[in-house]
């Protein structure tokens, strides 16, 4: 089954079609909720009603994976990604490891704050979509939309650097897991402002 890699800002700018038109395909996105997870609603929450004013201010630059069931075109799934270095204050910073100090201080510089500031990209958003016709047609999953957005993220690459890509998600088992499965690491003893884990992966092994 064919997927078709679509930027919102080509369809908001290139496409011809009314933006009411592409917030109806957006709101064709349906997440499910995961028990002790809500981080999963936001994941709808965003491409609902951020995604376009996120395009429309260079924050982030979001990407929806289109495919086809029974002739009918639906939306699969979609990942946000932005250009957004990873900060770890000194007080964080003197808790990780030598080795991790090191990997990390490689790419990143110490900035008048006493921050410790690496040249990064952010997965901000990665969701499969869970709608009726998604389900039945069962075109995507997880794996497949990391994969969609390390092409992405390679692209940027070449035209302004950075080594890290980086990701938060909450201290969930089955989140984590998935994540290290595919070859993220936990920074451990750190935590985002919004008290989410932190994990991380060199643009190198993508």
Do not use: W
Not at 106 to 131: A, C, E, M
């Amino acid at each position: 089954m064919a997927l078709d890699v679509i930027t919102l800002d080509d369809l908001l700018n290139k496409s011809g079609y009314e933006e009411e038109d592409i917030k109806k395909l957006l709101f064709s996105f349906e997440t499910i909720s995961l028990k002790y997870s809500p981080g999963s609603d936001d994941v709808q929450y965003f491409l609902h009603n951020k995604a376009i004013e996120f395009e429309k201010i260079g924050l982030a630059r979001t990407t929806l994976i289109m495919s086809t069931y029974k002739d009918q075109s639906f939306l699969a799934g979609y990942f946000s990604i932005s250009q957004k270095p990873l900060v770890i204050n000194k007080k964080n910073f003197g808790k990780l490891s030598g080795s991790l100090k090191k990997r990390l201080m490689g790419v990143g510089h110490r900035t008048d704050q006493d921050n410790y500031q690496i040249p990064s990209f952010l997965i901000g958003q990665l969701g499969k979509n869970y709608s009726e016709v998604s389900r039945k047609a069962k075109c995507i999953n997880g794996n497949d939309l990391l994969q969609l957005a390390y092409q992405k993220i390679k692209e940027a690459h070449k035209l302004v650097g950075g080594r890290i890509v980086y990701l938060e998600c909450e201290d969930f088992g089955k989140i984590k897991d998935f994540y290290l499965n595919n070859g993220f690491r936990e920074i451990d003893q750190f935590r985002a402002e919004n008290e989410l884990c932190i994990f991380i992966k060199d643009i190198k092994n993508l």
